[in-house]
């Protein structure tokens, strides 16, 4: 199987290791991986701020970059589930009908990949190191992440996961709602960061870099001792 690798911008930008991770995690898998060096943004911070015009833009710009009937890959729920639940605003009766829906049917999120579409699931990995996990608002309530990421934790290592209250609570970032909501959006990461603290976790673990980040800068800020690490690191660790 060849598959399509998107790595979103951000990460590309702030934690280029888990891209390469994802890259080792899939040829681990024995996929064979294509990466597009021209791809950028989906679009979406842009869309949620209402510059739907510029969103479209980097939507269509998206589907000339992945222009292959074959599955594209990402780390991040957030992203894959805006292009599954949000393109059909942007495409839907216009000249790029047929390939957004054609490139949706084929985007997945990491772990819906390996246990869901190919069945992948124990890469030898070794973490020990007790862990929490966060269920994003992407993975859970916009993609349709269940217990994928809990399953492929369950077959790494020395790894111990203990669940923290209010797992499936917003952590506060939002994409732009941390920026224009910045008190609440801090309010919301210390509640997130102190339930996954009470745990007695040495990390707290997700499928979103992206509320990882916010809940570091709580972290970083008030010198809690607790880390953030994406599951396709941990996915990558010990071999």
């Not at 074959?70 to 639940?85: D, E, L, M, Q």
């Not at 992948?120 to 993975?139: I, L, N, R």
């Not at 509640?191 to 009470?198: G, H, I, M």
């Amino acid at each position: 199987m060849i598959v399509d690798l998107f790595i979103p911008c951000f990460i590309d930008q702030v934690y280029p290791e888990t891209g390469m991770n994802m890259l080792k995690i899939l040829r681990k898998a024995k996929v064979d991986v294509h990466y597009n060096p021209e791809q950028t943004c989906c679009g979406q911070m842009a869309f949620n701020s209402g510059f739907w015009d510029e969103a479209k833009k980097l939507g269509n710009k998206f589907l000339k970059d992945f222009p292959n009937d074959r599955p594209v890959v990402s780390p991040s729920a957030s992203c894959t589930g805006f292009i599954k639940n949000n393109y059909q605003e942007l495409f839907h009766n216009t000249s790029s009908h047929l390939e957004y829906k054609k490139l949706v049917k084929n985007v997945y999120e990491i772990t819906d990949f390996l246990v869901n579409k190919i069945n992948f699931t124990d890469f030898g990995a070794s973490f020990p190191h007790k862990v929490t996990f966060h269920d994003s608002c992407a993975g859970l309530r916009e993609y349709g992440l269940k217990d994928e990421a809990r399953l492929l934790l369950s077959k790494v290592k020395g790894l111990e996961l203990i669940e923290m209250k209010d797992t499936n609570v917003c952590c506060g970032f939002g994409g732009t709602f941390s920026l224009k909501n910045e008190p609440i959006a801090s309010a919301m990461a210390q509640q997130k960061v102190q339930n996954a603290y009470d745990t007695g976790a040495e990390f707290i673990v997700s499928t979103d870099l992206s509320c990882l980040m916010h809940q570091d800068g709580y972290i970083r800020k008030n010198k809690i001792p607790i880390k953030v690490i994406h599951i396709v690191d941990i996915l990558a660790s010990g071999w």
